[in-house]
């Protein structure tokens, strides 16, 4: 299953040991060394902004995450982003990312604004999330929607043929055990592909009236977050996702700080490396 590293924490002399987190409950993760990376951070952060961490973390929801496949509008995914946050999600797969184009001819910047344009669409909340990009030339989708089955997500996805009215899917939540899901999108041009509805456990639409053939993807994954969140699947985690949390809150505080890579100094100046950047959407960003 794909990690993403967080710290690498060693005494000199021995060999690095590297801390790595993943979103299985079954994953180690070395609670001192994530402790100390925090302890140490907690003085550059106002007590008021770690409150805030504090209380939204305590209204994440950390059983539903949704997995765009292939969407080709960056903007609509920035969106997305934001609509998620909203609604207390913390989890985003990305597979395969943008169609690729170029950031414009010599001395012009028409794609870096392209860029800055759809950031602020997001207005900063993609910040807060943890988005995973994939590349299904490396991790085929059956593996990804493999993996993901193996950590208990039931896979449901979109189509505008065939499937459950989304009125009448089993969006609805218990007391009782939670069921994770990941809710499925597809290209806004294609719609999601064969292999994928073949790889899920149920299909669902979203009725229309009018003369358009499809919802925008935002407005898609509005209208799908509004209806979970109505039957009580999106819900604020419990217990058991305390182990998530503290290791989200580690990613949310090396995020807060003014300048990129000012955490990663700090902690390297107390004997804390950090792996791979924590920005949630470098590696997105990086395909456009």
């Known amino acids: 299953m794909r990690t993403t590293r967080l710290f690498r924490s060693f005494d000199y002399g021995d060999k690095p040991k590297l801390l790595q987190f993943t979103h299985s409950k079954n994953t180690k993760i070395n609670p001192k060394q994530l402790d100390d990376a925090m302890r140490i951070m907690t003085p550059f952060i106002s007590a008021e902004r770690m409150a805030t961490f504090r209380k939204i973390l305590e209204s994440?929801?950390?059983?539903?995450?949704?997995?765009?496949?292939?969407?080709?509008?960056?903007?609509?995914?920035?969106?997305?982003l934001r609509t998620l946050d909203s609604f207390g999600l913390q989890h985003v797969d990305i597979t395969d990312g943008m169609y690729k184009e170029p950031l414009g001819k010599a001395g012009d910047n028409t794609g870096l604004m392209r860029k800055k344009k759809n950031k602020l669409t997001a207005v900063g909340s993609d910040k807060w999330l943890s988005v995973k990009q994939w590349d299904t030339t490396k991790t085929p989708l059956a593996e990804i929607i493999r993996n993901l089955k193996k950590e208990g997500y039931k896979v449901y996805t979109t189509s505008l043929e065939g499937g459950t009215d989304v009125r009448e899917f089993p969006f609805r939540g218990g007391e009782e055990k939670r069921?994770?899901?990941?809710?499925?999108?597809?290209?806004?041009?294609?719609?999601?592909?064969?292999?994928?509805?073949?790889?899920?456990?149920?299909?669902?639409?979203?009725?229309?009236?009018?003369?358009?053939?499809?919802?925008?993807?935002?407005?898609?994954?509005?209208?799908t977050c509004a209806y979970m969140l109505e039957g009580g699947v999106i819900r604020p985690s419990g217990v058991e996702a305390e182990e998530e949390r503290r290791r989200v809150m580690g990613e949310w505080m090396i995020r807060s700080f003014p300048k990129r890579g000012m955490a990663e100094m700090i902690l390297e100046r107390e004997g804390i490396e950090l792996g791979t950047s924590l920005h949630a959407l470098d590696d997105y960003e990086n395909s456009l």
């Open 60 to 80: 994440r929801c950390f059983d539903v995450k949704l997995l765009y496949e292939n969407p080709a509008n960056p903007s609509n995914v920035y969106a997305c």
């Open 179 to 223: 069921q994770k899901m990941v809710i499925c999108f597809g290209n806004e041009e294609t719609g999601v592909t064969d292999e994928l509805k073949g790889l899920s456990d149920g299909l669902f639409y979203l009725p229309m009236f009018g003369f358009a053939e499809s919802y925008n993807l935002s407005v898609a994954t509005s209208l």
